[in-house]
C-alpha cells in the first residue's frame, strides 16, 4: 500500500513563531488533506489540496504532486494550534479511502 | 447542521462482550467511513461504505462488521471484543465531487476492552 511519512514528529514553537510541517508519499494519490487533530482528540479538516497551493488565514499549504510531497505552513503560531497535524492521502480510484501519515505533534508555549 | 455524531462516547467492555458504534450525519454525503486510531498513531480505514447497501472493508476490518441500511447511519459492530480492540473509534463522511473531497469526522468514541 501507499507509505505516508511526516516530518518532524514532534515541535515544540514560542508564541509567534513560524513553521513548517512536510509530508510525503509513496503513490501518485488524487487526494490529500491536512488534518488538525485537537488535544481533546477532535480531528478538523484543514485543507483539501491534491495539487497546488491554498491558504487560510495564518495557514497554507502546497502539494507538489509530480514530486510526491505537501507542505503545510503554520505562521505567527498561537497556543490553539497544539496539537496533531496529520496528512493523509488516497489514489485514484479507491473511493477515497485516505492512508494517514502518524503525524506531526507540535505544542506550541508560552 | 450537526455535522456527524457518534455515540457512546466512552465504552467499556469486557473480553467476548459485543457493541454497536452508532454513526449518523445529517449533510446527505453518499461516502461514509469507520477509522480507529491506536494511541500515538495515525487513523487506520476499518471499513467504509459509498451509498446505501454498499460496504466494503478497508485495512484492518477483521473482528468488526458493519451495515448502511441508510444515507445517514453507518453502525459498526464489535463481536467478542478483544484487548486489541481498545482504541478510539472515529466515523467520517464525504461527498466525493469535481474540486473537493474532503472528508468530515465525529467527535470519536473511547473503547476500553478488559
Known amino acids: 500500500g501507499i507509505q505516508v511519512e511526516q516530518s518532524p514528529p514532534d515541535l515544540i514553537l514560542q508564541e509567534g513563531a513560524n513553521s513548517t510541517l512536510r509530508c510525503n508519499f509513496s503513490?501518485?494519490?488524487?487526494?490529500l488533506q491536512w488534518f488538525h487533530q485537537n488535544p481533546w482528540g477532535q480531528l478538523i479538516n484543514l485543507f483539501y489540496?491534491?495539487?497546488g497551493t491554498k491558504q487560510n488565514g495564518r495557514l497554507s499549504a502546497t502539494t507538489v504532486a509530480t514530486e510526491r510531497y505537501s507542505l503545510l505552513y503554520i505562521s505567527s503560531s498561537q497556543t490553539t494550534d497544539s496539537g496533531v497535524y496529520f496528512c493523509?492521502?488516497?489514489?485514484?480510484?479507491?473511493?477515497?479511502?485516505?492512508?494517514f501519515g502518524t503525524g506531526t505533534r507540535l505544542q506550541v508555549t508560552l | 447542521n450537526a455535522g456527524v455524531t457518534q455515540t457512546p462516547k466512552f465504552r467499556i467492555l469486557k473480553i467476548g462482550q459485543s457493541m454497536t458504534l452508532q454513526c449518523t450525519q445529517d449533510?446527505?454525503?453518499?461516502?461514509m467511513y469507520w477509522y480507529r486510531q491506536d494511541p500515538g498513531m495515525g487513523l487506520k480505514l476499518i471499513y467504509y461504505?459509498?451509498?446505501?447497501?454498499?460496504?466494503d472493508k478497508g485495512e484492518v476490518p477483521n473482528g468488526y462488521n458493519v451495515s448502511r441500511s441508510t444515507t445517514e447511519d453507518f453502525p459498526l459492530r464489535l463481536e467478542l471484543a478483544a484487548p486489541s480492540q481498545t482504541s478510539v473509534y472515529f466515523c467520517?463522511?464525504?461527498?466525493?465531487?469535481?474540486?473537493?473531497?474532503?472528508?468530515?469526522f465525529g467527535p470519536g468514541t473511547r473503547l476500553t476492552v478488559l
Open positions: 449533510m446527505n454525503h453518499n461516502y
Open positions: 461504505s459509498v451509498g446505501a447497501g454498499i460496504t
Open positions: 493523509a492521502v488516497s489514489l485514484t480510484g479507491t473511493a477515497s479511502k485516505l492512508t
Open positions: 503513490d501518485s494519490v488524487n487526494n
Open positions: 489540496i491534491p495539487s
Open positions: 467520517a463522511s464525504s461527498y466525493p465531487g469535481a474540486s473537493t473531497d474532503t472528508q468530515y
